[in-house]
Protein backbone atom coordinates (compact mmCIF):
# COMPACT_ATOMS: atom_id res chain seq x y z
CA UNK A 1 0.00 0.00 0.00
CA UNK A 2 1.48 3.76 -1.36
CA UNK A 3 2.07 5.68 2.17
CA UNK A 4 0.98 9.61 2.10
CA UNK A 5 4.26 12.31 2.21
CA UNK A 6 2.71 15.12 2.50
CA UNK A 7 4.47 15.54 5.56
CA UNK A 8 7.28 18.34 5.59
CA UNK A 9 10.98 17.48 5.26
CA UNK A 10 13.01 17.25 8.06
CA UNK A 11 13.54 20.55 9.39
CA UNK A 12 16.55 23.03 7.93
CA UNK A 13 18.65 22.69 11.51
CA UNK A 14 19.21 18.73 10.68
CA UNK A 15 20.52 19.17 6.85
CA UNK A 16 23.84 19.28 5.85
CA UNK A 17 26.02 21.83 3.81
CA UNK A 18 26.44 19.01 1.57
CA UNK A 19 22.55 17.68 1.03
CA UNK A 20 22.22 21.45 0.47
CA UNK A 21 24.76 21.73 -2.34
CA UNK A 22 22.66 18.70 -4.14
CA UNK A 23 19.81 19.50 -3.70
CA UNK A 24 20.73 23.38 -5.36
CA UNK A 25 22.53 21.22 -8.19
CA UNK A 26 19.48 19.12 -8.59
CA UNK A 27 17.32 22.17 -8.82
CA UNK A 28 19.43 24.09 -11.67
CA UNK A 29 19.54 20.88 -13.53
CA UNK A 30 16.01 20.65 -13.53
CA UNK A 31 15.89 24.97 -14.12
CA UNK A 32 17.89 24.62 -17.27
CA UNK A 33 15.47 22.36 -19.55
CA UNK A 34 12.81 24.84 -21.32
CA UNK A 35 9.22 24.11 -20.56
CA UNK A 36 8.29 22.54 -23.68
CA UNK A 37 6.89 18.75 -24.99
CA UNK A 38 9.80 17.96 -26.69
CA UNK A 39 12.02 18.68 -23.88
CA UNK A 40 9.77 16.36 -21.65
CA UNK A 41 12.40 13.46 -21.53
CA UNK A 42 15.65 15.57 -21.16
CA UNK A 43 14.02 16.89 -18.05
CA UNK A 44 13.15 13.43 -16.87
CA UNK A 45 16.75 12.82 -17.60
CA UNK A 46 18.22 15.65 -15.61
CA UNK A 47 15.97 14.03 -12.73
CA UNK A 48 17.64 10.84 -13.00
CA UNK A 49 21.35 12.57 -13.16
CA UNK A 50 20.27 14.92 -10.21
CA UNK A 51 19.21 12.02 -8.06
CA UNK A 52 22.07 9.14 -8.54
CA UNK A 53 19.14 6.84 -6.48
CA UNK A 54 16.82 6.84 -9.02
CA UNK A 55 16.81 4.14 -12.20
CA UNK A 56 13.55 4.78 -13.66
CA UNK A 57 11.41 7.83 -14.12
CA UNK A 58 8.14 8.22 -15.90
CA UNK A 59 5.62 10.47 -16.93
CA UNK A 60 1.78 9.38 -16.89
CA UNK A 61 -1.30 11.20 -17.78
CA UNK A 62 -5.07 10.35 -17.91
CA UNK A 63 -6.68 10.00 -21.62
CA UNK A 64 -10.17 9.15 -20.99
CA UNK A 65 -10.38 6.16 -18.41
CA UNK A 66 -6.91 5.15 -18.71
CA UNK A 67 -3.36 6.19 -18.01
CA UNK A 68 -0.44 7.00 -20.50
CA UNK A 69 2.99 7.08 -20.32
CA UNK A 70 3.83 10.39 -22.15
CA UNK A 71 7.61 10.08 -21.63
CA UNK A 72 9.80 7.78 -19.98
CA UNK A 73 13.58 6.90 -18.16
CA UNK A 74 15.11 3.99 -17.61
CA UNK A 75 12.95 1.67 -19.17
CA UNK A 76 12.88 -1.58 -21.04
CA UNK A 77 12.14 -1.32 -24.62
CA UNK A 78 9.11 -3.53 -24.05
CA UNK A 79 7.94 -1.24 -21.50
CA UNK A 80 3.72 -0.71 -21.18
CA UNK A 81 2.40 2.66 -22.62
CA UNK A 82 -0.62 2.36 -20.32
CA UNK A 83 -0.58 1.92 -16.79
CA UNK A 84 -3.67 0.24 -15.03
CA UNK A 85 -3.89 0.70 -11.14
CA UNK A 86 -0.91 0.95 -8.88
CA UNK A 87 1.09 3.83 -7.34
CA UNK A 88 0.52 5.58 -10.78
CA UNK A 89 -3.36 5.60 -10.12
CA UNK A 90 -3.25 6.30 -6.86
CA UNK A 91 -1.19 9.57 -6.80
CA UNK A 92 -3.80 11.16 -10.01
CA UNK A 93 -6.85 9.96 -7.48
CA UNK A 94 -5.65 11.00 -4.48
CA UNK A 95 -3.90 14.53 -6.23
CA UNK A 96 -0.95 14.15 -3.62
CA UNK A 97 2.55 12.98 -3.43
CA UNK A 98 2.67 8.90 -2.51
CA UNK A 99 5.27 6.18 -1.84
CA UNK A 100 5.28 1.97 -1.97
CA UNK A 101 7.49 -0.40 -1.86
CA UNK A 102 7.64 -2.66 -5.07
CA UNK A 103 5.74 -0.03 -7.06
CA UNK A 104 4.66 -2.58 -10.30
CA UNK A 105 3.79 -1.40 -13.30
CA UNK A 106 5.22 0.78 -14.91
CA UNK A 107 8.73 0.11 -13.32
CA UNK A 108 10.90 -2.07 -14.72
CA UNK A 109 11.13 -5.10 -13.34
CA UNK A 110 14.03 -5.41 -9.88
CA UNK A 111 12.31 -1.92 -8.89
CA UNK A 112 12.06 -1.89 -5.11
CA UNK A 113 10.87 1.69 -3.89
CA UNK A 114 8.73 4.05 -5.88
CA UNK A 115 7.66 7.79 -5.54
CA UNK A 116 4.83 9.79 -6.88
CA UNK A 117 3.68 13.26 -7.36
CA UNK A 118 0.60 14.80 -9.41
CA UNK A 119 0.76 17.44 -11.68
CA UNK A 120 -0.33 20.34 -9.90
CA UNK A 121 -2.44 22.77 -11.58
CA UNK A 122 -1.91 21.36 -14.87
CA UNK A 123 -4.76 21.19 -17.36
CA UNK A 124 -4.29 17.70 -17.46
CA UNK A 125 -4.52 14.91 -14.59
CA UNK A 126 -1.38 13.03 -14.51
CA UNK A 127 1.82 12.37 -12.59
CA UNK A 128 5.84 12.20 -12.42
CA UNK A 129 6.62 8.28 -11.42
CA UNK A 130 10.16 7.55 -9.88
CA UNK A 131 11.70 3.98 -8.97
CA UNK A 132 14.65 2.87 -7.31
CA UNK A 133 16.64 -0.74 -6.93
CA UNK A 134 18.31 0.15 -4.02
CA UNK A 135 17.04 -1.05 -0.53
CA UNK A 136 16.13 2.13 0.86
CA UNK A 137 12.97 4.57 -0.13
CA UNK A 138 13.86 7.79 -1.98
CA UNK A 139 14.70 10.16 0.39
CA UNK A 140 13.24 13.67 0.98
CA UNK A 141 15.80 15.60 -1.05
CA UNK A 142 14.67 13.33 -3.78
CA UNK A 143 11.58 13.78 -3.22
CA UNK A 144 11.42 17.41 -3.47
CA UNK A 145 13.05 17.26 -6.79
CA UNK A 146 10.80 14.85 -7.97
CA UNK A 147 8.10 17.77 -7.32
CA UNK A 148 9.91 20.03 -8.68
CA UNK A 149 10.44 18.55 -11.62
CA UNK A 150 6.34 17.39 -12.09
CA UNK A 151 5.82 21.12 -11.49
CA UNK A 152 8.06 21.83 -14.51
CA UNK A 153 6.52 18.68 -16.40
CA UNK A 154 3.06 20.48 -15.62
CA UNK A 155 4.17 23.47 -16.97
CA UNK A 156 5.70 22.08 -20.15
CA UNK A 157 2.13 20.22 -20.62
CA UNK A 158 -0.01 23.46 -20.40
CA UNK A 159 2.55 25.54 -22.92
CA UNK A 160 2.12 22.65 -25.53
CA UNK A 161 -1.11 22.67 -24.89
CA UNK A 162 -1.92 26.23 -25.20
CA UNK A 163 0.44 26.49 -28.23
CA UNK A 164 -1.57 23.71 -30.04
CA UNK A 165 -4.97 26.14 -29.42
CA UNK A 166 -3.58 28.99 -30.42
CA UNK A 167 -2.42 27.20 -33.84
CA UNK A 168 -5.93 25.70 -34.17
CA UNK A 169 -7.41 28.93 -33.55
CA UNK A 170 -5.16 30.53 -36.34
CA UNK A 171 -6.11 27.90 -39.12
CA UNK A 172 -9.59 28.21 -38.14
CA UNK A 173 -9.15 31.86 -38.83
CA UNK A 174 -7.22 31.61 -41.70
CA UNK A 175 -10.11 29.13 -43.05
CA UNK A 176 -12.71 31.59 -42.06
CA UNK A 177 -11.14 34.25 -43.71
CA UNK A 178 -10.02 32.55 -47.12
CA UNK A 179 -14.36 31.28 -46.99
CA UNK A 180 -15.23 35.04 -46.19
CA UNK A 181 -13.07 36.77 -49.10
CA UNK A 182 -14.52 33.47 -51.62
CA UNK A 183 -17.86 34.98 -50.86
CA UNK A 184 -16.93 38.59 -51.06
CA UNK A 185 -15.25 37.86 -54.54
CA UNK A 186 -18.66 35.36 -55.82
CA UNK A 187 -20.59 38.52 -54.94
CA UNK A 188 -18.41 41.10 -56.43
CA UNK A 189 -18.50 39.08 -59.57
CA UNK A 190 -22.15 39.03 -59.54
CA UNK A 191 -22.38 42.74 -59.40
CA UNK A 192 -20.16 42.78 -62.43
CA UNK A 193 -22.38 40.45 -64.45
CA UNK A 194 -25.45 42.07 -63.43
CA UNK A 195 -24.61 46.02 -63.72
CA UNK A 196 -22.78 45.30 -67.26
CA UNK A 197 -26.40 43.20 -68.59
CA UNK A 198 -28.04 46.09 -67.09
CA UNK A 199 -26.33 48.97 -69.16
CA UNK A 200 -27.78 48.07 -72.19
CA UNK A 201 -31.56 47.79 -71.39
CA UNK A 202 -30.92 50.61 -69.40
CA UNK A 203 -28.99 52.69 -72.44
CA UNK A 204 -31.86 52.14 -74.24
CA UNK A 205 -34.52 54.04 -71.59
CA UNK A 206 -32.56 56.85 -71.38
CA UNK A 207 -32.01 57.15 -75.51
CA UNK A 208 -35.33 56.96 -75.56
CA UNK A 209 -36.86 59.55 -72.99
CA UNK A 210 -34.35 62.04 -74.36
CA UNK A 211 -35.86 61.67 -77.85
CA UNK A 212 -39.33 61.82 -76.27
CA UNK A 213 -38.39 64.68 -74.27
CA UNK A 214 -36.56 66.34 -77.49
CA UNK A 215 -38.89 65.39 -80.18
CA UNK A 216 -42.02 63.94 -78.58
CA UNK A 217 -43.76 67.47 -78.74
CA UNK A 218 -45.12 66.75 -75.08
CA UNK A 219 -46.04 69.06 -73.06
CA UNK A 220 -47.47 69.50 -69.28
CA UNK A 221 -47.58 66.35 -67.54
CA UNK A 222 -46.22 64.22 -70.09
CA UNK A 223 -43.34 66.33 -70.53
CA UNK A 224 -42.68 66.10 -66.68
CA UNK A 225 -43.23 62.66 -66.38
CA UNK A 226 -40.49 61.83 -69.62
CA UNK A 227 -38.18 64.51 -67.74
CA UNK A 228 -37.95 62.45 -64.82
CA UNK A 229 -37.82 59.01 -66.46
CA UNK A 230 -34.57 60.79 -68.20
CA UNK A 231 -33.61 61.71 -65.33
CA UNK A 232 -33.99 58.94 -63.25
CA UNK A 233 -32.26 56.85 -66.14
CA UNK A 234 -29.49 58.88 -66.02
CA UNK A 235 -29.02 58.14 -62.14
CA UNK A 236 -29.31 54.34 -62.50
CA UNK A 237 -26.63 54.65 -65.09
CA UNK A 238 -24.44 56.31 -62.91
CA UNK A 239 -24.91 53.80 -60.07
CA UNK A 240 -24.20 51.29 -62.19
CA UNK A 241 -21.15 52.65 -63.19
CA UNK A 242 -19.71 52.67 -59.75
CA UNK A 243 -20.72 49.33 -59.44
CA UNK A 244 -18.48 48.50 -62.63
CA UNK A 245 -15.90 50.39 -61.53
CA UNK A 246 -16.57 48.98 -57.74
CA UNK A 247 -16.25 45.28 -58.89
CA UNK A 248 -12.78 46.29 -61.56
CA UNK A 249 -11.36 47.14 -58.08
CA UNK A 250 -12.60 44.20 -56.17
CA UNK A 251 -11.33 41.20 -58.99
CA UNK A 252 -8.01 42.96 -59.31
CA UNK A 253 -8.20 44.86 -62.30
CA UNK A 254 -8.27 47.87 -60.97
CA UNK A 255 -10.17 51.59 -62.57
CA UNK A 256 -8.18 51.91 -66.07
CA UNK A 257 -6.22 54.97 -66.17
CA UNK A 258 -4.92 56.54 -69.20
CA UNK A 259 -2.47 59.62 -68.65
CA UNK A 260 -2.25 62.29 -71.15
CA UNK A 261 -1.26 66.07 -70.80
CA UNK A 262 -4.45 67.70 -68.57
CA UNK A 263 -5.06 71.13 -66.51
CA UNK A 264 -6.62 70.53 -62.99
CA UNK A 265 -8.02 73.84 -63.44
CA UNK A 266 -9.94 72.73 -66.67
CA UNK A 267 -11.32 69.87 -64.78
CA UNK A 268 -12.35 71.43 -61.40
CA UNK A 269 -14.01 74.72 -63.31
CA UNK A 270 -16.25 72.16 -66.17
CA UNK A 271 -17.40 69.96 -62.84
CA UNK A 272 -18.15 73.27 -60.98
CA UNK A 273 -20.00 74.54 -63.75
CA UNK A 274 -22.30 71.71 -64.19
CA UNK A 275 -22.78 71.25 -60.54
CA UNK A 276 -23.50 74.86 -59.79
CA UNK A 277 -26.43 74.37 -62.90
CA UNK A 278 -28.18 71.36 -60.77
CA UNK A 279 -27.66 72.85 -57.78
CA UNK A 280 -29.21 76.56 -58.33
CA UNK A 281 -29.67 76.86 -54.20
CA UNK A 282 -26.28 76.07 -53.60
CA UNK A 283 -23.01 78.18 -53.42
CA UNK A 284 -19.94 76.84 -55.22
CA UNK A 285 -17.01 78.82 -54.94
CA UNK A 286 -13.50 77.61 -56.92
CA UNK A 287 -10.23 79.17 -56.62
CA UNK A 288 -6.54 78.32 -58.72
CA UNK A 289 -3.22 78.81 -57.42
CA UNK A 290 -0.29 78.25 -59.41
CA UNK A 291 0.47 75.90 -62.28
CA UNK A 292 -2.26 73.43 -62.49
CA UNK A 293 -0.81 71.59 -65.35
CA UNK A 294 0.41 67.63 -65.64
CA UNK A 295 -0.50 64.42 -66.97
CA UNK A 296 -3.26 62.55 -65.92
CA UNK A 297 -6.63 60.64 -66.56
CA UNK A 298 -8.23 63.93 -67.13
CA UNK A 299 -11.57 61.73 -67.57
CA UNK A 300 -11.20 59.77 -64.31
CA UNK A 301 -9.82 63.01 -62.50
CA UNK A 302 -13.37 64.48 -63.74
CA UNK A 303 -15.31 61.49 -61.47
CA UNK A 304 -12.94 62.22 -58.33
CA UNK A 305 -13.92 66.07 -58.65
CA UNK A 306 -17.50 65.43 -59.47
CA UNK A 307 -17.80 62.92 -56.13
CA UNK A 308 -16.07 64.94 -54.23
CA UNK A 309 -17.77 68.35 -54.92
CA UNK A 310 -21.38 66.21 -54.66
CA UNK A 311 -20.65 64.80 -51.55
CA UNK A 312 -19.42 68.24 -50.29
CA UNK A 313 -22.89 69.72 -51.47
CA UNK A 314 -25.08 66.48 -50.44
CA UNK A 315 -23.58 66.90 -46.42
CA UNK A 316 -22.58 70.21 -46.33
CA UNK A 317 -24.51 73.34 -44.42
CA UNK A 318 -26.36 74.99 -47.35
CA UNK A 319 -25.86 78.02 -45.26
CA UNK A 320 -21.90 77.91 -45.87
CA UNK A 321 -20.67 77.97 -49.49
CA UNK A 322 -18.66 74.97 -50.85
CA UNK A 323 -15.35 75.94 -51.67
CA UNK A 324 -13.08 74.25 -54.11
CA UNK A 325 -9.06 74.71 -54.11
CA UNK A 326 -6.47 73.97 -56.94
CA UNK A 327 -3.19 74.50 -55.51
CA UNK A 328 -0.33 74.37 -58.12
CA UNK A 329 2.40 75.62 -56.39
CA UNK A 330 4.44 72.90 -55.71
CA UNK A 331 6.94 71.63 -58.38
CA UNK A 332 6.07 67.98 -57.85
CA UNK A 333 2.45 67.94 -57.09
CA UNK A 334 -0.91 69.43 -57.30
CA UNK A 335 -3.34 69.67 -54.75
CA UNK A 336 -7.46 69.69 -54.70
CA UNK A 337 -8.84 70.51 -51.49
CA UNK A 338 -12.82 70.52 -51.23
CA UNK A 339 -14.25 71.68 -48.29
CA UNK A 340 -18.04 72.36 -46.58
CA UNK A 341 -19.47 73.79 -43.67
CA UNK A 342 -21.10 71.44 -41.01
CA UNK A 343 -21.16 69.68 -37.51
CA UNK A 344 -17.98 67.26 -38.55
CA UNK A 345 -17.74 63.83 -39.35
CA UNK A 346 -17.31 61.41 -36.67
CA UNK A 347 -14.15 60.12 -36.11
CA UNK A 348 -15.48 56.47 -36.19
CA UNK A 349 -17.60 57.69 -39.50
CA UNK A 350 -13.66 59.00 -40.66
CA UNK A 351 -11.83 56.19 -40.42
CA UNK A 352 -13.43 54.30 -42.80
CA UNK A 353 -14.89 56.89 -45.02
CA UNK A 354 -13.18 56.11 -48.21
CA UNK A 355 -14.41 52.27 -47.41
CA UNK A 356 -16.74 50.62 -50.40
CA UNK A 357 -20.72 50.83 -49.16
CA UNK A 358 -19.57 53.27 -46.36
CA UNK A 359 -22.32 56.50 -45.70
CA UNK A 360 -21.73 59.58 -44.47
CA UNK A 361 -22.47 60.64 -41.46
CA UNK A 362 -26.10 62.03 -42.49
CA UNK A 363 -28.17 59.18 -43.76
CA UNK A 364 -30.46 61.71 -43.84
CA UNK A 365 -29.05 64.23 -45.94
CA UNK A 366 -31.88 65.48 -48.69
CA UNK A 367 -29.78 64.40 -51.63
CA UNK A 368 -27.85 61.41 -49.74
CA UNK A 369 -27.73 58.78 -52.95
CA UNK A 370 -26.27 55.99 -54.52
CA UNK A 371 -24.26 53.31 -53.27
CA UNK A 372 -21.56 54.75 -51.09
CA UNK A 373 -18.98 53.90 -53.87
CA UNK A 374 -18.59 57.70 -54.95
CA UNK A 375 -15.28 57.96 -52.12
CA UNK A 376 -14.10 54.80 -52.58
CA UNK A 377 -13.40 54.76 -56.35
CA UNK A 378 -12.47 58.06 -55.86
CA UNK A 379 -9.89 57.05 -53.58
CA UNK A 380 -9.23 54.65 -56.33
CA UNK A 381 -8.90 56.67 -59.13
CA UNK A 382 -5.79 58.74 -57.19
CA UNK A 383 -4.13 55.65 -56.27
CA UNK A 384 -4.12 54.51 -60.10
CA UNK A 385 -2.20 58.00 -60.31
CA UNK A 386 0.19 57.31 -58.05
CA UNK A 387 -1.55 59.88 -55.63
CA UNK A 388 -3.40 59.79 -52.29
CA UNK A 389 -6.84 61.17 -50.57
CA UNK A 390 -7.37 62.01 -46.97
CA UNK A 391 -10.28 64.10 -45.12
CA UNK A 392 -9.87 65.93 -42.16
CA UNK A 393 -13.11 66.96 -40.11
CA UNK A 394 -13.42 69.50 -37.26
CA UNK A 395 -16.38 71.14 -36.19
CA UNK A 396 -17.29 73.73 -38.79
CA UNK A 397 -15.54 72.78 -41.32
CA UNK A 398 -14.86 68.84 -43.31
CA UNK A 399 -12.03 69.19 -46.03
CA UNK A 400 -10.76 66.55 -48.50
CA UNK A 401 -7.63 66.40 -50.31
CA UNK A 402 -6.01 65.12 -53.09
CA UNK A 403 -2.37 64.84 -53.64
CA UNK A 404 -1.56 64.43 -57.62
CA UNK A 405 1.81 63.87 -58.83
CA UNK A 406 2.05 65.98 -61.86
CA UNK A 407 3.53 63.13 -63.82
CA UNK A 408 0.79 59.55 -63.81
CA UNK A 409 3.15 57.18 -61.12
CA UNK A 410 0.26 54.38 -61.48
CA UNK A 411 0.95 51.68 -58.76
CA UNK A 412 -1.48 49.02 -58.07
CA UNK A 413 -5.07 49.76 -56.12
Known amino acids: MAEDVTQPAPGEGEASERSRARL ?11 PEERALRRLLSALADAVPAIDSVALVVR ?27 EVVAAGTPRTAPRPGAPFPAGTRHGAGTPLVGCAVAGA ?9 PLDAEALLLLRAAADRAARALDRDRLGRAHEDARETLRRAEADLETRRRTVDFILGVVGHDLRNPLGAIHMSASLLHTKGGLA ?5 AIERTRSSAGRMGRIIQDLLSYTRTRLGNGIPVSPRPASLDAVARKVVDELRAVNSD ?29 NAIDHGDPAVPVRVEV ?11 VRNGGPGIPPEVLTHLFEPFSRGPEEKSRKASGLGLGLYISREI ?6 DIAARSVEGETTVTVHLPRRCAARPS
Open 24 to 34: ADGLERLLAVE
Open 63 to 89: EGDRLEVLAQVGFDDGAPAEVEGGLAA
Open 128 to 136: LLAGTRGDA
Open 220 to 224: GWQAR
Open 282 to 310: RTVEIAIHGDAAGEWDPDRLEQVVSNLVS
Open 327 to 337: DGDEPDQVLLH
Open 382 to 387: VRGHGG
